[in-house]
């Protein structure tokens, strides 16, 4: 079936650790996202790609980076720099104009 | 810019009531307008979507029209269930499809 991955369902990070999570999709899109939300608060774009081996900045990337080296993959990496984590990260693809699909989201959480 | 200003909540409604969930927009040129829903614990599902003035989106008894003329899209249904408590999000599509913008939730309770 085609869809979007992500895992690990939950993460959990110490502090000053970096922490990569996985965003696979197998529905030959070009582009891919990455949002934060936090409790009863809406979506937050992180990073976003609309071809491999390029992205761009969305409104909250400091802490965060991404790399695009395969169509079907868009991991997030979480830094020590990033000083407030603890939230669900939901990953989305496109082909744009068209709708976003959304993964099942992975919920981080700093110890 | 654009931007999605959507109804604040908690909603809740019981069983059989009529919902109405409201949703306007800020955008330059043509956008398109999706509703998605959200379940605890989950990632976002596409409910309906409108990509042009009067359209009308419809999927599992709910309904949202493309109003140009009052920049809305309002998500209805006429009988809720208590299945669909969850979290709705109105989100728009700019004209060059690369920016999308949400609102930021409405969460739904339904009550029997």
């Known amino acids: 079936d085609g869809g979007i991955t992500q895992s690990p369902k939950y993460l959990f990070r110490k502090e000053g650790q970096n922490v990569t999570l996985s965003c696979e999709q197998n529905?030959?899109?070009?582009?891919m996202y990455w949002y934060r939300q936090d409790p009863g608060q809406g979506l937050r774009l992180i990073y976003y790609s609309q071809i491999v081996n390029d992205f761009q900045k969305g409104d909250i990337a400091e802490g965060y980076s991404v790399s695009r080296e395969k169509k079907e993959s868009f991991p997030l990496t979480v830094t020590s720099a990033q000083k407030n984590p603890t939230a669900f990260y939901l990953c989305a693809s496109s082909i744009p104009p068209h709708t976003q699909y959304f993964g099942p989201g992975t919920r981080l959480t700093v110890l | 810019g654009d931007s999605v200003t959507q109804m604040e909540g908690p909603v809740t409604l019981s069983e059989e009531a009529f919902l109405t969930i409201n949703c306007t927009y800020t955008a330059t040129g043509y956008p398109s307008l999706f509703w998605y829903v959200q379940y605890p614990g989950e990632g976002l599902q596409l409910l309906l979507k409108?990509?042009?003035?009067?359209d009308k989106g419809s999927n599992k008894g709910f309904e949202a029209t493309y109003r140009k003329e009052t920049t809305s899209f309002h998500l209805e249904k006429g009988s809720v269930q208590v299945s669909d408590s969850a979290v709705y999000f109105c989100?728009?599509?700019?004209?060059?499809?690369?920016?999308?913008?949400f609102g930021t939730g409405t969460s739904l309770t339904v009550i029997p």
């Open positions: 409108a990509t042009k003035a009067d």
């Open positions: 989100a728009l599509s700019d004209w060059t499809g690369n920016q999308f913008y």
């Open positions: 529905l030959n899109h070009d582009a």
